[in-house]
């Protein structure tokens, strides 16, 4: 039998770096079980990608001995990001250890055994909802960007990941918190903000619509009307978060550049990943960002180049002629005509007269969408 304490837990949680820890019970969570029933149109593709959030409902279904959940919170944005990065991908991304476990996997193990040399048996499953675990367990409350805001850590900020340890002893829970904890006077700013209209302005979201889910899930050639709001963002979005109050005091602090990432900026340059082969693409970016696999090199690129038109940067039209050349999927040609249309001026109007000569159907469709936008912004200019 385990003599293991709450506080005993607590205080190990906080000596491996987690920024709060709470009790809840190993009780299921219907309510969340409910939503996703009923939101099958919204959730239903997360069945077929394997997540099996309905099954994480019931937490004894993940273990049946289950008898409470340890919620850690952990601070994923404790350090700054080279800007050139937080412009493109989403922060809770940028320092992902899921596949190179060298990081925070490590302090989730070394808490496991913590536990387990105390008589705890545990597991760390993916599919529990988390959010609903932390706010059962007293740690946040929800913004009205379908996010958890900490009650206690990282300046009351959503840059935090809530990570649930189902353990075989029962602990005394926390009162839970709860609810929507956004002020009145703000208005919904991240609902307006959201640019693709994810938010439903209640605390729950249209996963198919946001950002996040199109520049990793997304199957086909993003939509044209799709294009201009997805904006600067490669992968994941952090638009509704960088606009919340909520979040003010805790941007608003200077902090160190995360050496790590720092370290592999050059892996994410545009360019790079617009150029990259399959070689590079399994060596140098899957391990950090890896729900694309290397079958679907071809999004990875088109994201890239609905970034680089969106950039209006008028030095990335040689990488997208030559992006071009390199390829030969039709989704991705059709986002970099796109681009080179948005970018415009007399070189992207020039290789797009040279790349209609060859196509047809879609392709040809979007070369010759792109050839007016060109043909406006130089009669503009
Ligand atoms: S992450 Fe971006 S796209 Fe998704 S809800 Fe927030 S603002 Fe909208
Ligand atoms: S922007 Fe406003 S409404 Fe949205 S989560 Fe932040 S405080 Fe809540």
């Known amino acids: 039998m385990s003599l293991l304490t709450r506080n005993d837990i607590i205080e190990k949680a906080l000596e491996l770096g987690f920024e709060d820890v709470g009790f809840t019970t190993a009780e299921p969570f219907d309510a969340q079980f409910g939503y996703l029933r009923d939101h099958q149109d919204e959730y239903g593709w997360t069945e077929k990608v394997g997540l099996g959030l309905m099954a994480g409902t019931d937490p004894k279904a993940v273990m049946p001995s289950a008898k409470s959940i340890v919620v850690l919170l952990e601070g994923y944005f404790r350090e700054a990001f080279p800007s050139a990065l937080e412009g493109h ?37 993916f599919n529990l909802p988390h959010r609903a675990a932390a706010m059962r367990a007293g740690m ?159 999004k990875w690129k088109m994201n890239v180049a609905r970034a680089m038109g969106n950039s209006r940067d008028d030095s990335y039209v040689p990488d997208l002629i030559r992006a071009w050349d390199e390829n030969d999927d039709t989704r991705l040609r059709g986002v970099i005509a796109w681009a080179l249309g948005r970018i415009g001026g007399k070189k992207a109007k020039d290789a797009l007269g040279r790349f209609l000569a060859g196509s047809v159907g879609d392709v040809q469709e979007e070369i010759l969408a792109a050839l007016g936008s060109v043909q406006e912004s130089t009669r503009t200019a």
């Open 89 to 125: 991908f989403g922060r809770c991304y940028l320092d992902d250890d899921r596949v190179t476990k060298d990081a925070l996997a490590l302090r989730i193990k070394a808490f496991r055994s913590f536990l387990r040399e105390n008589g705890i048996d545990s597991k760390v499953p």
């Open 140 to 298: 946040g409350t929800l913004g009205k960007n379908a996010l958890l805001y900490s009650c206690r850590a990282a300046l009351e900020s959503s840059w935090v990941l809530p990570l649930t340890v189902v353990v075989d002893k029962e602990f005394a829970p926390d009162t839970p918190a709860g609810g929507l904890g956004c002020p009145e006077w703000c208005r919904n700013v991240c609902v307006a903000a959201c640019p693709t209209k994810a938010l439903k302005g209640n605390g729950s979201i249209d996963p198919r619509k946001c950002i996040s889910f199109m520049t990793y899930f997304g199957k086909e050639i993003t939509p044209r009307e799709l294009r201009e709001p997805m904006g600067l963002y490669v992968y994941g979005c952090d638009r509704c978060q960088n606009v919340c109050p909520r979040n003010l005091p805790w941007l608003s602090r200077e902090r160190p550049v995360n050496a790590r990432v720092e370290g592999k900026a050059k892996d994410f340059d545009l360019r790079a990943l617009l150029h990259m082969d399959a070689a590079r693409f399994k060596s140098r970016v899957w391990p950090h960002m890896f729900y694309l696999s290397p079958s679907n090199l071809w």
